[in-house]
């Protein structure tokens, strides 16, 4: 086989791979949109409405508590998450450590990235049983934080690094401090950032091995932050396990929201990061 024959080929096998890949993925959504706008179509309060006492017998009511639970866990939990990886990816800066300091600790970034979901849930599970308190919503919180920090701190390190030497050059010519370089480095890697910001909170709101042991589960609307919660995912995953067809069915309906609000933030992402690259050297203007 000679060179040229080998490039037709592998060009054909990534076409390939490529087509499946979307072709899956159009079908996924493309089936739980289907089934759950049917669902939607015929009781579109299902998802605005709290559940019955036997919700998951006999399907009164509808998953108003999960869009809560999961609200009410993602967003602070993505707030502190920010903060967090904020300053740790200024930090990993050669402006504040060695590159050796940076190597180790986006070492670590790497491992606690690539760590399953679930080892977060039983990590924080361990500390509600060493200090004997219960799952609750703010356990819930703290678990997605962590599991959203590598995500958000790699996104950011890797758009501050991506920055310019020359606009850290301009800012110690005319005098800034350190400080004062860090935020102009950081609105000049907005585009980055905000992107790494919306992924880990779609992957925070699209998870549920992180809560499952540290929210906990519950048909009732969450009523403070020591409260049990449920979150859409696992919601989804007690509707498909249920003996009764019209619970069931409500798990494509709650699967619909999870689908929308995701594809929602990923156009979310790319319109903020394109409204933010006018801040970026060279970026386009608005």
Same mark, same amino acid.
């Given at each position: ?14 076409? /390939? ?11 996924? +959504?493309?089936? &739980? ?31 108003? !508590? ?7 866990? +993602? ?13 740790? =990816?200024?930090?990993? @800066? ?6 050796? &300091? ?31 308190? @219960? ?9 997605? /934080? ?28 005319? #005098? ?19 992107? #790494?910001?919306?992924? #880990?909170? /779609?992957?925070?709101?699209?998870? /549920? ?29 007690? @509707?498909? =396990?249920?003996?009764?067809?019209? +619970?069931?069915? !409500? ?10 609000? +995701? ?24």
């Amino acid at each position: 086989m000679d060179r040229y024959t080998e490039q037709r080929l592998f060009g054909l096998l990534a076409r /390939a791979s490529a087509a499946l890949i979307v072709g899956v993925l159009a079908l996924v +959504v493309g089936v &739980t949109l289907y089934r759950g706008g049917r669902v939607f179509l015929t009781d579109p309060a299902v998802a605005v409405t709290p559940p019955g006492s036997r919700y998951m017998l006999d399907g009164g009511g509808g998953f108003l !508590h999960a869009v809560l639970g999961s609200l009410f866990i +993602v967003v602070p939990a993505t707030v502190i998450a920010i903060v967090l990886s904020l300053s740790t =990816a200024i930090y990993l @800066q050669s402006d504040y450590s060695s590159e050796r &300091t940076s190597e180790v600790i986006n070492m670590f970034l790497n491992v606690l990235w690539g760590t399953p979901p679930i080892v977060y849930g039983v990590f924080v599970l361990t500390v509600i049983i060493a200090v004997g308190a @219960q799952t609750s919503l703010i356990f819930g919180v703290i678990a997605i /934080a962590i599991f959203q920090y590598p995500i958000m701190t790699r996104y950011a390190d890797e758009a501050l690094k991506a920055t310019p030497d020359t606009v850290k050059e301009a800012s110690y010519g005319v #005098g800034a401090t350190r400080f004062e370089t860090a935020r102009v480095t950081v609105r000049a890697a907005l585009p980055g950032i905000i992107a #790494g910001i919306i992924m #880990g909170f /779609a992957r925070g709101i699209g998870d /549920a091995a992180t809560v499952l042991f540290t929210a906990g589960r519950s048909t009732q609307m969450p009523g403070g932050p020591f409260d049990p919660a449920t979150t859409l995912p696992i919601l989804i995953f007690e @509707q498909a =396990a249920s003996f009764n067809a019209e +619970v069931r069915s !409500h798990a494509y309906a709650a699967s619909f929201v999870l689908i929308v609000a +995701v594809l929602a933030l990923i156009v979310a992402s790319k319109l903020l990061a394109g409204r933010y690259a006018r801040f970026a050297p060279g970026g386009r203007q608005s």
